[in-house]
């Protein structure tokens, strides 16, 4: 196994891939990304997204260099109607346009969308279905944060093909 490794290194090195956070937390998209302000986004989930992107940022300089403003989407939609004109199964919609914009000048260096969907089972139990658009809400806040945090940590490091 490992000779198969030692052999298969040169050739992986001249592909052109590098590692995004080479040099760890010292590195040039771990200091960029710690320089990142995320601006107040409006209600529940603007909460769980907001506290998901400072978590995955990481803590921030004195005077951040830029800010991320945010603006969500939220949708709840119902679907696959019963015999009995129930709902059987809802959609949840997640969706996030954002700009990162260097505070320096106002210029926006990205603007872009991010955005995840999740299918919740309607059950007999309004508790239930409750608690499954909660989770959905907060999985969906995490997932569509991971991907804004992936696409400002490619335009950091100067990846311009996003």
């Known amino acids: 196994m490992l000779a198969a490794l030692m052999l298969a290194a040169p050739v992986l090195s001249g592909c052109g891939l590098q590692p995004m956070y ?9 200091r960029g990304l710690a320089d990142i302000q995320v601006a107040a986004i409006e209600g529940r989930a603007g909460w769980l997204v907001r506290n998901a992107l400072v978590d995955q940022l990481g803590a921030g300089g004195t005077a951040p260099r830029y800010r991320l403003d945010v603006r969500l989407d939220d949708q709840l939609e119902g679907f696959a109607l019963l015999s009995d004109d129930t709902v059987g199964r809802e959609r949840r919609t997640l969706r996030a346009r954002y700009q990162l914009v260097d505070m320096s000048n106002d210029e926006v260096v990205l603007d872009a969308t991010a955005g995840s969907d999740a299918g919740i089972d309607v059950v007999s139990s309004d508790y239930a279905t409750i608690a499954a658009e909660q989770a959905a809400l907060e999985n969906l806040a995490k997932d569509v944060a991971s991907r804004i945090v992936t696409n400002v940590a490619l335009r950091l490091r100067g990846d311009t093909s996003q």
């Open 22 to 30: 080479a040099g760890g937390g010292s590195g040039e998209v771990a």
